[in-house]
């Protein structure tokens, strides 16, 4: 019997609080277009919702970087939108530009939306396609979009610099955006409990445009949300980490740890490891957090940033990731630097 509390599975062994050195490695969007099979298998299939609703094909996406990188997660071929999606609006990505969703709120009210939970039957079976393929040691990542993110996406119908139509509606109509968010978490706990029914191990929460909200908003739309889907989800799957990562919450980081009761901790770029470390819960796993443009940049730059980011986190349980997705033209030769250094431990 494996002596660590991750089943064999060193990432999820550090969810569950254990400290390891060196730390597993995983990347957010390792399965995308930095690899030149995906662009061949994307290509093949006609562009990239074809692929997150062709179960065969995503299985084939979410396990391709194991193939070339060996990494300790696999994270499961998807997009945050398909809950907006299964709660009734149309969605889409054009050549060159962002995802849409129609209608979009501002239009018309979430109570006129049609549900369409079999729009996400295709994913739960990419689900159990990856879990009867993964390797053995390692650990199978679902994930969501989190309330608040997913609802600038639904009110404005597209992706926004500030997500202002969100905020105002938040502000104006409160009970009315409320409804909103419910109707989100009820999906939400749903997605991830099939996710985890059908052989994922752990889930991460993205809260991609978490830093867009002044502090009392953030409480009532990031971190009230989230701490109900945790402990909904805590209800049914008690064995279950789930990883929190409320993208751009800077010092409010602190409050979001604490009362959401998230198993482990997401650090985005901007967040000083020094400072996470020294302000977080004690013993608090944390993931994160190269920068991705270093990693893109490579060279002295990337050794450097790899190094701090090992010796600022070391006295906690870590998963080393970068602190948002990798970007499309980072070079395969940069990523195995970074893994080189990270299983070399950084020395």
């Avoid at 789930?242 to 409010?252: D, E, L, S, V």
């Amino acid at each position: 019997m494996p002596s660590m509390p991750g089943e064999g599975r060193p990432l999820l062994a550090v969810l569950r609080g254990e400290r390891l050195d060196p730390p597993p490695i995983w990347m957010m969007r390792q399965a995308g277009r930095y690899l030149p099979e995906y662009r061949a298998l994307r290509a093949e299939k006609g562009g990239f919702l074809e692929l997150v609703h062709d179960s065969a094909a995503a299985a084939e996406v979410t396990l391709q970087p194991l193939g070339r990188f060996a990494f300790d997660g696999a994270i499961l071929f998807s997009d945050i939108l398909v809950i907006p999606h299964a709660l009734g609006q149309e969605l889409s990505f054009g050549p060159g530009e962002g995802p849409r969703l129609s209608p979009p709120l501002t239009g018309v009210g979430i109570e006129s939306l049609v549900p369409r939970p079999e729009r996400l039957d295709p994913i739960i079976e990419t689900v159990r396609r990856v879990a009867g393929a993964l390797p053995p040691q390692v650990t199978f990542l679902g994930f969501a979009g989190s309330p608040w993110t997913i609802a600038t996406y639904m009110v404005t119908g597209h992706g926004s610099r500030d997500h202002a139509d969100a905020r105002r509606l938040a502000y104006r109509d409160p009970a009315g955006f409320q409804q909103l968010i419910d109707r989100i978490v009820e999906a939400t706990v749903a997605y991830l409990s099939s996710q985890i029914e059908a052989g994922v191990h752990a889930v991460q929460l993205f809260d991609s445009w978490a830093g867009s909200l002044a502090p009392a908003q953030f409480e009532k739309w990031v971190i009230a949300p989230t701490a109900e889907i945790v402990a909904r989800l805590k209800a049914l799957h008690p064995d279950t980490p789930i990883i929190g990562f409320p993208k751009g919450a800077g010092a409010k980081l602190a409050a979001y740890a604490r009362e959401t009761s998230v198993d482990a901790l997401g650090l985005d770029e901007t967040i000083d490891p020094i400072w996470a470390h020294a302000t977080l819960p004690e013993g608090l796993p944390v993931q994160g957090n190269l920068d991705p443009l270093v990693l893109n940049a490579g060279g002295a730059a990337l050794d450097e940033a790899v190094r701090h980011v090992m010796h600022a986190l070391a006295g906690r349980p870590h998963i080393f990731n970068l602190g948002h997705g990798i970007l499309p033209d980072t070079p395969i030769a940069h990523v195995e630097r970074m893994l080189e250094l990270v299983r070399g431990g950084a020395r």
